[in-house]
């Protein structure tokens, strides 16, 4: 049963602290996508990736975010430093070439404290 | 941008009984998709729409496209406990540097026994 594995499951950090959030997509997907779950806005895109390259970071703060994907097995969101207001849950996501179905991960339920 | 209203907010219903929840919005998609997401989990897909005025079902589920474009609705008849959590409705317009969803606010289900 193919599946989109997230790491860490749950991240408690200080503020101030760089905290790095890992997507390992479905094999044979090439688009990946990172949202950001709140109750206040709901599912918000940060930034997404086809076939490696960043098409939309638009969502992102790019302060103190950043998404890489170093290679097509690995997406990476990082946030340096952290403040309390960037605590949410966030998925990754990744999808085939027609873009529609996406699988969602598990989430990373990051506090800041 | 674009924006997904999705109603209702929250739904308190007896076990058996039929539910139904829409999703509109001020600009058209080209396919509409329909989540579930559970407590501590990703949303993971239960109806995907491509067609102005598809109608689809799955299992008690059933969902229908709208005919201009800028609606649909999702019913579950004969709800059960399982059913709870909240559901999604998203619009996807595919092609180009697009092809993210945009996501409704959710619609949370509970289910009396």
């Known amino acids: 049963d193919a599946r989109v594995t997230q790491t860490p499951r749950d991240k408690v950090t200080e503020m101030g602290q760089e905290v790095t959030m890992r997507c390992q997509p479905i094999?044979?997907?090439?688009?990946v996508f990172w949202y950001r779950q709140t109750m206040m806005q709901g599912l918000e895109l940060l930034a997404y990736?086809?076939?490696?390259?960043?098409?939309?970071d638009s969502g992102m703060p790019k302060d103190r975010f950043s998404a890489e994907m170093p290679d097509a097995t690995l997406a990476t969101l990082k946030i340096q430093p952290s403040e309390p207001r960037d605590s949410a849950v966030y998925f990754c996501?990744?999808?085939?070439?027609?873009?529609?179905?996406?699988?969602f991960g598990s989430g990373t339920r990051l506090t800041v404290v | 941008g674009q924006q997904l209203n999705q109603s209702p907010q929250s739904m308190f219903i007896q076990e058996g009984e039929d539910v139904s929840m829409n999703c509109t919005s001020s600009?058209?998609?080209?396919?509409w998709l329909w989540y579930k997401q559970d407590p501590g989990e990703g949303p993971v897909l239960l109806i995907a729409?491509?067609?102005?005025?598809e109608l689809t079902s799955n299992g008690r589920l059933t969902a229908q496209f709208g005919i201009t474009r800028k609606d649909s609705f999702l019913n579950i008849s004969a709800s059960i406990p399982s059913d709870v959590g909240i559901y999604f409705c998203a619009g996807l317009n595919y092609g180009g540097s697009q092809g993210n969803l945009i996501f409704g606010k959710g619609t949370k289900l509970s289910v009396k026994p």
């Open positions: 094999l044979g997907h090439n688009t």
């Open positions: 600009s058209i998609f080209n396919t």
């Open positions: 729409l491509y067609k102005a005025g």
């Open positions: 996501a990744s999808s085939g070439d027609r873009g529609f179905g996406y699988t």
């Open positions: 990736f086809r076939n490696r390259a960043p098409l939309d």
